[in-house]
């Protein structure tokens, strides 16, 4: 005889609390609401192919063995009456990504369930969904730093790095997107649970630590986002202001190398150690650079929740002595084309005085 309980259908709990963790987790998500986005559905393999169109006749590959600019010469396209245009092909470059499981759980007593003050399993639940989209935002972070071309503020290494970033750095780095046919951001990863997208204003968007705003505002040609007018709205909520085709995103989890840069000294930089500069990278980054990969199941989002009361007795927890709170969710974030994204490796100002 079939028996209707608890965990039959989708608690109501259940999804509140994902929905919880979701808007915690907002506020915090930078890199992650950008990137060309997959969705895997599940028993469907871990391993997902992004798939790319290469240029018309793209050139010898290049940087990090991508070939992406087009080689055209117009009079190959000139054609002669009667004569039928040659025939060409198009080409594909796929990238693939393996998709990675990463969880946060807390625990609680029974007696700090129905005793303490503060609602612990609810804080529990917030400090979730924060946790998780510092992990995703980490996760993205260490794969779009890695690409492979870089501009530095002086000299040609980290190790000799003493200087802030410049109006020349950033022209630098739009003039190699703009040689390689880098495309502006245009869209966004929309808000909310769904998996959608949202237009943003087109430009290019540069990631970068919170220490290094002081810098930036200083920059000639700076423009404030309150500055904007009606006739443009910034790409994110954390966007402090554009230097020309470039707007600034910010975040404090885009840590610098710490001592990677060249020795103290009079130059006033950030040291954590006070022995060598530490160095900040300023990710520039064009439209379809990089994607990321969640695995929609069966939820309205790629996160799973936990949510486990004291009250709940199992063979595990005959007496009901404590309770879970947590989730769970799979990522993977791959560099899909690197003469798209370029890195400006700088040093921030001291201005602790």
């Not at 950008?34 to 969705?39: E, P, S």
């Not at 609680?108 to 510092?134: C, H, R, V, W």
């Not at 975040?251 to 006033?268: E, M, N, Q, R």
């Amino acid at each position: 005889m079939a028996i209707q309980e608890y965990g039959t259908v989708a608690s109501r709990n259940l999804i509140r609390a994902e929905m919880g963790m979701l808007a915690h987790a907002e506020p915090i998500q930078v890199l992650t609401k950008f990137g060309d986005q997959r969705t895997q559905p599940q028993n469907k393999t871990d391993t997902v192919v992004f798939r790319r169109l290469k240029p018309f006749n793209a050139t010898a590959a290049t940087t990090g063995g991508y070939s992406e600019t087009p080689d055209i010469t117009a009079a190959n396209f000139l054609t002669a009456e009667g004569t039928t245009p040659a025939a060409n092909t198009i080409s594909y470059t796929d990238v693939t990504t393996v998709l990675n499981q990463y969880a946060v759980l807390f625990k609680f007593s029974s007696k700090a369930q129905l005793m303490y003050e503060d609602n612990i399993p609810s804080d529990m639940q917030k400090l979730t969904g924060e946790t998780l989209a510092e992990v995703a935002e980490l996760v993205c972070y260490g794969q779009v730093k890695a690409g492979t071309n870089v501009v530095y503020a002086n000299g040609s290494t980290r190790a000799g790095l003493n200087s802030p970033i410049s109006l020349n750095d950033i022209r630098l780095a739009c003039r190699i997107m703009e040689k390689n046919r880098g495309k502006m951001v245009t869209s966004m990863i929309a808000a909310g649970p769904d998996f959608d997208t949202s237009p943003v204003e087109p430009g290019y968007i540069v990631f970068v630590h919170t220490d290094l705003v002081a810098d930036i505002r200083d920059l000639p040609n700076f423009t404030k986002r309150v500055e904007y007018g009606s006739a443009v709205t910034p790409v994110h909520p954390r966007e402090i202001g554009c230097v020309e085709d470039m707007r600034f995103v910010t975040s404090p989890l885009f840590a610098p190398w710490l001592a990677a840069g060249a020795a103290v000294g009079s130059d006033g930089m950030v040291s954590a150690g006070s022995v060598s500069n530490d160095v900040y990278p300023a990710i520039v980054m064009g439209q379809s650079a990089w994607g990321q990969v969640s695995l929609k199941g069966n939820g309205t989002t790629a996160i799973s929740p936990t949510m486990i009361s004291s009250r709940k007795k199992t063979h595990g927890n005959p007496s009901g002595m404590f309770g879970y709170v947590g989730a769970d969710f799979w990522l993977s974030s791959v560099r899909l084309n690197e003469n798209w994204m370029n890195r400006i490796e700088c040093c921030a100002t001291d201005i602790s005085g």
